[in-house]
């Protein structure tokens, strides 16, 4: 356990920019985290994260034992951690959230399934073992369709859109010949997320719904809360991510993705995916919550009381991809908030963020306008 008992500590499988910000958001807390990251020069252990590491692979059962030992918790910031590993944790320690959560998350058929069995409504699917099966599934849902592999997708990669039965062949070559879903074409009014945070006694904190524009697979912008919510669609959306918190007796923070078909009070949500953990499209709760999306998830796996999830204001997220502003870019702007991951510059790589927060929502659309004029 942690050797100094007035001090609690998180320790965190990977060290990437979601460990980082955990680690950022109690900081004023006195919590300290170590993460567990094969890479020396991760971004929670720089200058910007200022964790202790143990460099060590993610399937490292010595390594994850000394996690386990050595913090009063354990977490992850990814998905593709090895259950093995998360299972070794849960026998000598306390993980969140529950490994069951992250094996579903690993798999779309398991994550479909389950989505299915709460009643949460999900874009037409088939499953694919083999081409026969991707050129049934072309039959019954039509093209074009998206093949998707069952595992390891994540920013469009593991994906290939198939425009024409006739390309059945040449997607699953690209896809490798893995198992796959193939999902039918849905035309959706837009993409939007909920983020919410569950602790150990089954308190929630919700986040206002998200609606999120990606590009090339990639997240590019966040906008919070939604525009022109009705009422019926917060409430689908509130519905389904309870269930799910509730089904895993989960304790952290959960993010779920959706597709809107329609709009206004007939509009329908569903469901695409699952992350179990703090999300790409809460990280606008840094500036423009009550508290961050980062601290309640830290909040909850150290057993200590929610805060408030409320928005403050109107926010955006710009995801900085490849590379960042040039100097001096924002120097006109600031309200703009920059959150830079110490990442080297990479083509299609997450390299930081930029929040903007306003009072209204002409306001935001007009600091987004004036962004898009000086950063382009």
């Known amino acids: 356990m942690n050797p100094n008992p007035d001090t609690k500590s998180v320790g965190i499988i990977g060290g990437g920019q979601l460990a980082q910000m955990l680690a950022q958001s109690v900081h004023h807390l006195g919590i300290k985290c170590t993460v567990l990251d094969p890479n020396e020069h991760c971004c929670a252990t720089n200058e910007i994260g200022q964790c202790a590491q143990i460099v060590a692979s993610y399937d490292d059962h010595e390594a994850l034992l000394k996690l386990a030992q050595t913090n009063d918790v ?73 093949l998707k592999a069952r595992t390891l997708g994540y920013d469009g990669k593991g994906q290939v859109l198939i425009s024409d039965p006739s390309k059945a062949q040449e997607a699953w070559n690209t896809l490798g010949g893995v198992p796959a879903i193939l999902d039918g074409f849905i035309e959706f009014e837009r993409e939007l997320s909920i983020i919410a945070t569950r602790a150990a006694d089954g ?58 078909i329609g709009s206004g009070p007939s ?52 995801n900085l991809i490849g590379n960042e502003p040039r100097p001096g870019a924002l120097d006109a702007m600031p309200q703009a908030h920059i959150h830079l991951y110490g990442k080297e510059p990479r083509a299609g790589r ?27």
Not at 242 to 252: N, R, T
Not at 268 to 284: D, F, M, Q, S, Y
Not at 297 to 307: F, K, N, S, T
């Open 74 to 146: 354990v977490t992850y910031e990814f998905e593709n951690v090895p259950g093995q590993g998360a299972a070794l944790i849960a026998e000598h320690s306390t993980i969140h959230p529950n490994p069951k959560a992250l094996s579903v998350s690993q798999d779309r058929l398991s994550e479909r399934s389950m989505f299915t069995n709460l009643g949460i409504d999900v874009p037409p699917y088939k499953q694919i073992d083999s081409l026969e099966d991707l050129s049934a599934a072309l039959e019954s849902l039509g093209a074009p369709a998206i």
């Open 350 to 376: 997450k390299i930081g963020h930029i929040t903007l927060n306003a009072p209204s929502e002409s306001q935001l659309d007009a600091m987004l306008e004036r962004f898009t004029r000086i950063v382009g």
């Open 267 to 318: 509009a329908k949500l569903l469901a695409n995916e699952i992350a179990p953990r703090v999300h790409n499209t809460g990280h606008w709760t840094i500036e423009g919550a009550k508290t961050s999306q980062f601290e309640n998830h830290m909040r909850a796996v150290l057993g200590m009381p929610l805060a408030s999830a409320d928005p403050i204001g109107h926010s955006a997220m710009i």
């Open 203 to 260: 308190s929630i904190e919700y986040y206002p719904l998200s609606e999120n524009i990606h590009r090339g697979g990639i997240l590019r912008l966040t906008k919070a809360p939604a525009r022109n919510i009705d009422d019926s669609v917060a409430q689908q959306a509130r519905t389904a991510i309870e269930s799910i918190l509730k089904h895993f007796e989960y304790v952290g923070t959960l993010a779920v993705e959706y597709f809107q």
